[in-house]
């Protein structure tokens, strides 16, 4: 199991932390370092300037939006990172939920969400591969563009720039069995959500035909400190964030994600408290055993026996988030 990195996306601004942090997790031997997207930066951009800063240590998007750009401008934005960082990049993929990507990027959420992803990721992977000019006839991406408005000059491209890695890894963020098992079949890797090594059941079906090399990448907040409820708080934060706020109440894929992990009417009963405004009640709502249970939070001896059941289950990826320098370290030495 590789230790990863996962710094999300801004809030207000730049953290004028996250540079001293990704060298140190590099410094400590981590395998990668991540970077997101939602409604404010992008996820490309902070990685070129990490790339910049780093020699060795993997950049992944987890996740880039995949409403938020063309499938070949995200292949491009992938193959030139790549380049400039010398291989190092991983390419992480989601298609948000109906709330963001017509409130956010003004366009319309798919009718077939597993279909669009699947035309999604068949052009990316023509654009790396450079095999020949573009061309795909799908229900929601065309190359050359067929709809109503066309002017019926497009001409299939491939591109200028030869890609570094025509296998550059990709990797697809997804919560439903249906969007996990074609994760399975089309990507190189799954960058769960939420992930329970308690719970090796609600995985064990799905993934029965992945591949060996086929990465799972789960994130979960660590912590080390002598008060866990108090530790869990920050986790419960982001949890009723999600669950109440990203996405709408008859709508919302990580509130459904919660229910089939065993918390059905709790996942409710949050997105009912956020929707009317009490985003604290919404937080404490959130139950400390799920909290606990996606994440590593407590004194050191704590997290030492629960990375056991991490490092049992499926996964082949650690993405740790919310780190400290003390943190990575502890981690660090855990793993080693």
Known sequence: ??????????????????????QEAERLGYDSAWTAEAWGSDAFTPLAWLAAHTT???????????????P???????????????????LGLGLSGPQVVEGWYGRPFPASPLTATREYVDIVRQVLRREGPVRLDGRFHQHPYRGPDATGLGKPLKPITHPLRPTLPLLLGAEGPRNIAQTIEIADGWLPLYW??????????????????????????????????EGLLPVKATLAFYI?????????????????????????????????????????????????EISLVGPRARI?????????????????????????????????
Do not use: K
Not at 56 to 70: E, H, K, P, V
């Open 1 to 22: 199991m590789r230790l990863g990195l996962a710094l999300g996306y801004w809030g207000r601004g730049p953290d004028p932390a996250h540079r001293e942090l990704v």
């Open 304 to 336: 030492a026996e629960r990375l056991e059941a991490w490092r049992a289950s499926r996964i082949t990826d650690l993405l740790i988030t919310g780190a400290t320098p003390t943190t990575l370290r502890v981690l660090a030495d855990l793993t080693r």
């Open 56 to 70: 060795r240590i993997r950049l992944g998007t987890a996740i880039a939006q995949m409403s938020a750009r063309s």
């Open 196 to 229: 329970s090594p308690l719970r090796p059941e609600l995985y064990e079906q799905t993934l029965a035909g992945a591949r060996e090399d086929f990465l799972i990448a789960p994130m979960a907040r660590a912590t080390v400190c002598d008060d866990i409820a």
């Open 72 to 90: 070949t401008a995200t292949a491009m934005q992938a193959l030139t990172l790549d380049h400039l960082s010398g291989g190092r990049v991983l």
């Open 244 to 292: 109440g706020g990203m996405g709408h109440t008859t709508r919302n894929f990580h509130a459904d994600l919660m229910a089939r992990m065993g918390y059905e009417d709790e996942a409710r009963h949050i997105q009912r408290l956020f929707a009317d405004g009490r985003r604290e009640d919404a937080i404490r709502a959130v139950p400390d055993a799920f909290a606990d």
